[in-house]
């Protein structure tokens, strides 16, 4: 570790459990996310969508809407027929001459009010002619199937991804892999296991639907703001779309009420609102999708199949993989590209395997498109591997864990790619879930953790997972030390929940020798002289935050020069602490040594870049690279059940995550993303799909499509190990965003194996094996129409028929309430209080009620958090904190009620809201300290912390 390392890893700003910096924003209701951004003279759009999977559009016409009392503006693919896309530029920014699956966009319209929009859409007439629709990729790749694309040869790519481009039937990218000789392999396996594995659709379900405000300014400028994690990716694909320099295209950020990988790339509503925008200079045009849109028109998980072979020896070497993967990425492109090409490398696990041969393509259908959805692909590779491995070992009669161990990959190695391995984290991970839990069977005897009955069988299963980093990408980042001695950052680290802003703060500080809180965030829009690509794939802490490392050293490193020179001392005489400089005895802070070196206010400016050069490309023909990843992700999971022996149905789990972080720059943030990361993990393993066999997908909403709840999540255990890797900031840090997910699917498959015999090769499972899920519970009976005052003040003249929710937010301005559910009532973003208890106030009309509404604005009182309020910032019960309002609302009536509650009867009253995040067990323990009931305490510095187990014990489920 050299010496620029050695100082970023200095005391007091990494390695510490820092509150968020955007925790007081987010506890109050004062964040602004992309549904709360409404400039003065904004228009409502709104989007018609196609009610067919497949067919050729025969008439459109919006003469009867352009004439609805209150339009100002309806286009169609017709009035801008470019095509865009990530990787290859298939998808028109509107329908253009047929529809490719149910609920693509075919018009939109902006209006003066949200009803003129929506009965303009109403009028818009469409003669379709069906098509027959391909739903399945054997459906799409039979030698006689019709072409979803007829003229896709001639589409144009628009990035090299080491993965071939074959203009053939609808199966247009292919990704293979060769290791050696795989006929070699199987021939010297003494046993040889194989199987077919399944995954499905899974939704992105952020609790903030896809929102974007777009204007063109009298020059021809765009803007747009829009909560995104990659605003230059979106701008670049904007300009590209209008035919405009990037230079005329500005986007902005508000908060990201959650992405998992989506709001990245265009989607049906940027282009409608751009185009929308270019028909009405100087007016902003703001599109809202509904959630039912969300199931219909934006992107999932990939379904895969997946066809795996693995030999060995009876020692248990491995000596061959054998991948076949069929994709299905839907109507458009999208990411897809991508996503093959990391999952086929990534395929042969954190394994040595001397022989691999992956053949992975991609088929175009008429169903939704597959977008990039946290773990790119790996966990349902992992899902089919690590299963396997547990297959091969029991053929072997060797225990699971053992085989692992004896393959695994270490540093030195050379993986399947050609890549000679360093800083390999596997079997630390391994090591670490492995110590606290207990391989093997055992049956249940009525004395299992947190309580269970005679009848039920415990088993526990493991699951080894490694990812990718996105590649090739460059980040840059501009530190400026400012004349009174803070400091100001620009980078593009945009905080999905992730907590990147206060990490990238942290890593400033460290480097700079300042107090974080001296450290201020520049707004990471495209107008900050910055550039990323986008936060996603678990690659921000590792490149942006090395980029602000190198940023501020170039600054700290001015700093000792001027210091040098003033003390008339060495470089190496130089301090650097808390803000003050110093050598041989004497001292000055950085404001009072830059008056004196400029002889008045002046300020230092540092650049920073990562990213060029440290990848290598990926051969299309061999898809082999000597380094085809800045750096590999680990993680290791072991799940632990109870089986009910009767029905068969998990009764409780455990899981235990252990995640290599290489240096945790803040403990707490890595604990809470191995947790969220996990439960997501947990939800594609037993509830989530989106089912299309009918053309049309079978869940639409938030009530029907099951993310786990509060009462649903089992126990998790995280745990952050640190194997520094040689690149990464702050001593060795490196991404842990996605790969808390890709195990755990596979972990569970095993127990379950385990316990049962049987082994299930298809996500999700069977519905019969998990719980079923209570009902929504009711409104509160909702009281007599009344006097209404809404934090100690009566409003104005309510419009008869408006929600209380409109109310709040369009009216009153509290916009702290938030829609995530059309008004199913079942997201808990939009809880408020009535007298003291919990209302849903979507399902609820202003008109129809009376009494004291409370909102979360109302918690603070003169400038003070509320003690909860507090305790949800200093506990990590906040992340991407759109949830947050409506927690903090729904967990106030609670202790009103119930002042000090158990965590049970906490875990049963916020049940009903939903944090897809997966902070539930952080919000918990924020409740309990408010009351001041015993819990345990919030992790910080020190390496027992940043093992810190967050709930070892299982959960009832």
């Not at 779309?241 to 990988?261: E, I, S, W």
């Not at 060797?398 to 540093?411: A, C, K, Q, S, V």
């Amino acid at each position: 570790m050299g010496k620029d390392q050695r100082q970023a890893r200095g005391p007091g700003a990494v390695g510490v459990s820092l509150p968020r910096l955007d925790a007081v924003p987010k506890v109050t209701g004062a964040a602004e996310y992309g549904v709360d951004v409404a400039p003065p003279g904004a228009l409502t759009a709104r989007v018609l969508t196609s009610p067919l999977p497949a067919a050729r559009i025969r008439r459109l016409d919006t003469r009867r809407a352009r004439r609805v009392p209150g339009v100002r503006a309806v286009v169609t693919g017709a009035d801008w027929p470019r095509r865009h896309g990530p990787f290859v530029r298939d998808q028109p920014a509107l329908a253009l001459d047929q529809v490719r699956h149910y609920g693509e966009v075919v018009a939109a319209v902006a209006a003066e009010t949200e009803e003129a929009a929506a009965e303009a859409v109403e009028q818009i007439e469409v003669e379709y002619e069906p098509l027959p629709a391909l739903l399945t990729p054997d459906q799409a790749l039979a030698d006689d199937a019709r072409l979803i694309h007829p003229d896709w040869q001639h589409y144009e790519l628009t990035g090299a991804l080491g993965i071939r481009f074959d203009p053939h039937g609808n199966s247009p990218f292919r990704f293979r892999l060769r290791t050696g000789d795989a006929e070699a392999g199987l021939a010297a396996a003494d046993v040889v296991v194989e199987d077919t594995y399944t995954t499905s659709f899974v939704q992105h379900a952020h609790l903030e639907p896809h929102a974007v405000v777009a204007r063109f300014d009298s020059a021809g400028a765009l803007t747009v703001w829009q909560a995104t994690p990659g605003p230059h990716t979106l701008r670049a694909m904007l300009a590209e779309l209008c035919d405009l320099p990037l230079n005329k295209v500005t986007v902005r950020v508000p908060y990201v009420g959650g992405a998992f990988g989506a709001k990245m790339y265009l989607r049906a509503l940027n282009p409608a609102a751009v185009l929308l925008a270019r028909r009405v200079p100087g007016r902003p045009v703001r599109l809202v999708f509904t959630r039912v849109q969300e199931f219909t028109s934006a992107t999932g998980r990939m379904p895969m199949r997946i066809r795996m072979r693995t030999g060995a020896r009876r020692d248990g070497t491995l000596t061959v993989r054998e991948v076949t993967i069929v994709g299905e990425q839907g109507a458009y492109a999208d990411a897809a590209p991508l996503i093959l090409r990391n999952c086929g490398y990534g395929s042969p696990g954190p394994y040595r395997i001397p022989h691999v041969r992956v053949d992975a393509r991609l088929a175009y259908t008429n169903r939704l498109p597959a977008g990039a959805m946290r773990g790119l692909g790996t966990p349902q590779t992992c899902w089919a591997g690590e299963q396997q491995i547990d297959t091969l070992a029991a053929e072997l009669g060797i225990g699971p864990l053992e085989l692992r161990r004896h393959n695994l990959l270490r540093d030195g190695d050379v993986s399947a790619t050609g890549e000679v391995m360093r800083d390999v984290g596997a079997g630390a991970c391994l090591d670490a879930v492995a110590a606290r839990t207990r391989p093997g069977t055992e049956p249940g005897d009525g004395r299992r953790p947190g309580g269970g009955a005679a009848g039920v069988r415990r088993a526990t299963g493991y699951a080894l997972a490694w990812k990718s980093a996105l590649a090739p990408a460059v980040s840059f980042a501009t530190v400026r030390l400012l004349h009174d001695g803070s400091a100001e950052v620009a980078c593009a680290a945009i905080d999905n929940g992730q907590g990147a802003r206060t990490i990238m703060a942290q890593i400033a500080a460290a480097a700079l020798s300042l107090p974080p809180g001296r450290i201020h965030l520049a707004d990471p829009g495209t107008s900050s002289p910055s550039f990323d690509r986008g936060s996603t794939a678990s690659r921000t802490t590792f490149a942006v935050g090395g980029a602000v490392q190198a940023a501020a050293q170039s600054v700290a490193d001015q700093l000792r020069a001027i210091a040098a020179a003033e003390f008339h001392a060495t470089d190496g005489e130089v301090v650097m602490a808390q803000g003050t400089i110093g050598a041989r005895g004497r001292h000055l802070s950085y404001a009072a040594l830059l008056t004196r070196h400029f002889e008045g206010p002046g300020e230092l400016l540092g650049h920073g870049r990562t990213g060029h050069g440290t990848t290598t490309p990926i051969d299309p023909h061999t898809g082999r690279s000597t380094r085809p990843t800045p750096f590999w992700s680990y993680a290791a999971a072991a799940v632990t059940i109870g089986i009910e022996a009767v029905t068969g149905r998990i009764t409780s789990a455990g899981l235990t995550v252990a995640v290599d972080a290489g240096s945790a720059v803040n403990p707490l943030a890595c604990e809470q993303q191995v947790i969220g990361a996990a439960l997501q993990g947990w939800g594609m393993a037993t509830t989530e799909r989106v089912d299309f066999s009918t053309g049309r997908p079978d869940v639409e909403g938030l009530g029907a499509y099951r993310i786990p709840t509060m009462t649903d999540a089992p126990g998790i255990e995280a745990v952050v190990v640190e194997t520094p890797t040689a690149d990464g900031p702050a001593g060795g840090a490196r991404g842990i965003g996605e790969i808390g997910l890709v195990p755990v699917p596979a972990a569970l498959g095993n127990a379950l194996h385990a316990a049962t015999g049987t082994r299930h090769t298809a996500l999700p499972l069977p519905a019969h094996l998990v719980p079923e899920r209570p009902g929504p519970a009711g409104q509160p009976p909702a009281s007599a129409p009344g006097p209404l005052t809404v934090n100690g003040r009566e409003p104005a003249e309510i419009p008869p028929g408006m929600s209380l929710l409109r109310l709040l937010r369009e009216r009153l301005a509290l916009t702290g309430a938030k829609a995530g559910c059309d008004a199913e009532g079942v997201c808990g973003t939009c809880t408020v209080l009535l007298d003291g208890q919990p209302l849903r106030a979507c399902r609820t009309t202003a008109t129809r009620i009376g009494g004291e509404v409370r909102t979360v604005e109302d918690l603070a009182r003169h400038g003070e958090l509320s003690r909860l309020q507090r305790t949800f910032v200093d506990h990590g019960a906040v992340q991407c904190g759109y949830c947050t309002p409506g927690m903090l609302m729904a967990a106030t009536a609670l202790l009103e009620r119930t002042p000090r509650p158990s965590r049970d009867q906490v875990r049963r009253h916020l049940a009903g809201n939903l944090c897809r995040c997966g902070a539930y067990a952080h919000i918990v323990d924020a409740v309990l300290a408010a009351a001041d009931t015993p819990s345990p305490p919030p992790a910080t510095e020190g390496s027992d912390a940043r093992s810190g187990s967050t709930r070892p014990d299982e959960e009832r489920v």
